[in-house]
């Protein structure tokens, strides 16, 4: 947690002194959320309906996770 703080502060002081650090900032911000977005749909979408095609593999798969440990 420490070390995020002070990447944060660094980058934060950094941005700071800068006359264009705002808009530095918001196309940082930008630029993540677009690549979070994007990793989020198109690589890691896995739900129940893309890992498993048929009903019976879903009901398997739900039936032993429930079961597990009990």
């Given at each position: 947690?420490?070390?995020i703080s002070r990447?944060?502060?660094?980058?934060?002081d950094g941005f700071k002194n800068l006359k264009v650090g705002k808009s530095?900032?918001?196309i940082v911000i930008i630029k993540?959320?677009?690549i979070f977005v994007v990793l989020?749909?198109?690589v890691y979408?896995?739900?129940?309906?893309?890992e498993y095609k048929t009903i019976k593999e879903k009901q398997d798969f739900i039936f032993t996770n429930l079961t597990k440990g009990k």
């Open positions: 947690m420490k070390t990447v944060f502060s660094f980058y934060y530095l900032w918001k993540l959320l677009v989020n749909y198109f979408d896995k739900n129940l309906n893309t």
